[in-house]
């Protein structure tokens, strides 16, 4: 237990170090006691967290699992969603209060009513979906959420 507990210490300090050289020295606190490249408050304003960088770009996932595509203004696309090739869109942003990280994806709008009238709207439009971010580097993007329905893993558009 107590090595654990130092693993996970040492951990958190590599994690202030690598993001305090990302940021010119910077470390902002934006959960007391937390290590965060963004001020309390800010949404995606000024410089982004290295691993907030890699996110953005389209990946392409699964048949019908979707194709994401996050944009540096902290909004999201999916494409080809479901086998009827539905589109959503929402926000999305990172919370560095754990490891892994939490990716919070907040569903706006989906075009499932237009197509299917006489269905109910896709049921995450409204709500937050927070999903664990488990690999994301230039080629991956995985994510996976409690309930499983978005176990989600998905390679980089540029990769093509």
Known sequence: MKTTLALCALVVLLLQMVMAGETGGRVIAAV???ASTQPAGEFKGGELAALERKLLRTWRGPACGGDFTFKRDGTFEVQSFTPGQNVLSGTWSIRWDALPPTLLLTFRTSDFKKKYPGE???KYVG?????KLLELDNKVLAFRAPNTEWDWQGRSGDEE
Do not use: F, R, S, V
């Open 120 to 122: 109910p709207e896709y």
């Open 32 to 34: 007391p006691g937390i």
């Open 127 to 131: 709500k937050t979906l927070e999903a």
